[in-house]
Nanobody, 115 residues
Framework: QVLLVESGGGLVQPGGSLRLSCVAS????????MGWYRQAPGKQRELVAT???????NYSDFAKGRFTVSRDNGKNTVYLQMNNLKPEDTAVYYC?????????WGKGTLVTVSS
């Protein structure tokens, strides 16, 4: 059984930081592209960042310079460091694993940026 479990969300003030984690089980973690996506209320799910098995990263424009994705293959964990958070970053953040067309999703963790 594949499980992706996100953690680290919460309420943070504008300009603050959060670090999201996603622990994976039931997959061969090192060969998966791992990604973070988000879905704000009333909006479609969108890509935040991905990291390949050889640690090549890709970011959406809004994430560049503020967010950093990383992975620890020994811990089957992918991270998303988010700095200088803005109210428009408020969303449910989802972890994704992908390999050979197979996608798996976590249940998400809520990030709320508000004063």
């Amino acid at each position: 059984q594949v499980l992706l479990v996100e953690s680290g969300g919460g309420l943070v003030q504008p300009g603050g930081s959060l670090r999201l984690s996603c622990v994976a089980s039931g997959i061969i973690f090192p060969v998966n592209v791992m990604g973070w996506y988000r879905q704000a209320p009333g909006k479609q799910r969108e890509l935040v960042a991905t990291i390949s098995p050889n640690r090549i990263t890709n970011y959406s424009d809004f994430a560049k310079g503020r967010f950093t994705v990383s992975r620890d293959n020994g811990k089957n964990t992918v991270y998303l460091q988010m700095n200088n958070l803005k109210p428009e970053d408020t969303a449910v953040y989802y972890c994704n694993s992908a390999v050979r067309g197979l996608n798996n999703w976590g249940k998400g963790t809520l990030v709320t940026v508000s004063s």
